[in-house]
Structures are given as structure tokens and as C-alpha cells.
T-cell receptor
Framework: DGGITQSPKYLFRKEGQNVTLSCEQN?????MYWYRQDPGQGLRLIYY???????QKGDIAEGYSVSREKKESFPLTVTSAQKNPTAFYLC?????????????FGPGTRLTVL | AQSVTQLDSQVPVFEEAPVELRCNYS??????LFWYVQYPNQGLQLLLK??????LVESINGFEAEFNKSQTSFHLRKPSVHISDTAEYFC????????????FGAGTTVTVRA
């Protein structure tokens, strides 16, 4: 059963702590993405990666870090430098084919900073 | 850079009534267009997409959208909604030269009432 998994579904963290969100896909997609979703703001791109061991900043990368050591995995670390980390985080993946860049999304992780 | 405007943030509608969700984009080049649906506390699911060809695209659950290049719009319609259509809907645009990234609108929340 192919798809994207994110864990955990809910995550609580104290201020000043780093936390890592997991994203795994078994769709054999080359590209993976991390988005942040806040009410009324749609989705904003944090980081994306098109190939193993390479990634690029999106629109709101400050306070976040990623790695892409395996094609299937793209974990996101929310660092203590992120001023307002409470949000819903979505991971997505896609093939890299000109003319069809549909993205497939995971179920999301809701992060709450206490 | 392209941007997406969803003109209505909230759309209340009665069951079996028609609904239209408006989406306009700004881009000086050819675009690919997508509508995604998000149910509460879940990830996004693709509803339909326009890549090329016929300007009217349909989904399997009765939604349709029409690409209008002159008006730079991609409005989503359904002639008769169900309670289960209650969700948030996102319009997204991709420019082929922009590294396969998607730009999302802020979303439209559809609430279907009996």
C-alpha cells in the first residue's frame, strides 16, 4: 500500500527544545516537500528536496532544518530558533516529470509548543 | 513569481444546492492548476488538475473546474453538494520553470448544512 506517512500525529514540546518530525514515502518519488499550515494562510513551503543529499530553502526556512540521506525519508527539525512553531506540518512528495507535478500529501503532524 | 487568490474564505451552502469556489492566479507564463481538498486534521487530497488540453476538467465525485486563460481563473463548481463535501479547498498553481513547486491559495472552507 503506497503512500506517505508522518509521525507522530500530535507532538508537544516545551519552549527551547528542538523536535524532529518524521516523513517517509514508498512511492519512489524523487522530490519531497515540507509545508507549514496556519489558519487562513494556506500552505507555506519550508524546504524541499529533489535528490538525495540535496535540498533547498522554501519561503519560510528560518528556524527549520532538514536532511535527505535516503530517497524515502525527509525529516524536518523544528529548532528553538523558530519563534512561533505551533502549527500543522505537512509533508508531500512528487515525481519530477515536466507536465505533471502533482504532489501527494501525508496526514500531517500537529505541533504544539507549551 | 506566481500568486493564487481564493476570493472567498468561507462558503456556507445548503445540501443539494450548487457551489462555486473562485480561484484566480497571476502568472505571465503557462501554468498547471490544481484543486486539493482537506478534511479536518488530515492531509490534502488531489481533487482535480489542469495540465493541458480540454479546459474543463472533472473529478470522480462530481466536481468540475474550468481553466480560463483570458481571465486567469480556475473556478471549482459542483451542481449539488452533500454533507460529506464539508471541507477546506485549496487552489494551487505551478509554473513549469519554477522547480516544480506549488503556490497555494489561502483556502476556502465549505460548510454544507442540511
Amino acid at each position: 500500500d503506497g503512500g506517505i506517512t508522518q509521525s507522530p500525529k500530535y507532538l508537544f514540546r516545551k519552549e527551547g527544545q528542538n523536535v524532529t518530525l518524521s516523513c517517509e514515502q514508498n512511492l519512489n518519488h524523487d522530490a519531497m516537500y515540507w509545508y507549514r499550515q496556519d489558519p487562513g494562510q494556506g500552505l507555506r513551503l519550508i524546504y524541499y528536496s529533489q535528490i538525495v543529499n540535496d535540498f533547498q530553502k522554501g519561503d519560510i526556512a528560518e528556524g527549520y532544518s532538514v536532511s535527505r540521506e535516503k530517497k524515502e525519508s525527509f525529516p524536518l527539525t523544528v529548532t528553538s530558533a523558530q519563534k512561533n512553531p505551533t502549527a500543522f506540518y505537512l509533508c508531500a512528495s512528487s515525481i519530477l516529470l515536466q507536465g505533471n507535478n502533482e504532489q501527494f500529501f501525508g496526514p500531517g503532524t500537529r505541533l504544539t509548543v507549551l | 513569481a506566481q500568486s493564487v487568490t481564493q476570493l472567498d474564505s468561507q462558503v456556507p451552502v445548503f445540501e443539494e444546492a450548487p457551489v462555486e469556489l473562485r480561484c484566480n492566479y497571476s502568472s505571465s507564463v503557462s501554468v498547471y492548476l490544481f484543486w486539493y481538498v482537506q478534511y479536518p486534521n488530515q492531509g490534502l487530497q488531489l481533487l482535480l488538475k489542469y495540465l493541458s488540453g480540454s479546459t474543463l476538467v472533472e473529478s470522480i465525485n462530481g466536481f468540475e473546474a474550468e481553466f480560463n486563460k483570458s481571465q486567469t481563473s480556475f473556478h471549482l463548481r459542483k451542481p449539488s453538494v452533500h454533507i460529506s463535501d464539508t471541507a477546506e479547498y485549496f487552489c494551487a498553481v505551478s509554473v513549469p520553470s519554477n522547480d516544480y513547486k506549488l503556490s497555494f491559495g489561502a483556502g476556502t472552507t465549505v460548510t454544507v448544512r442540511a
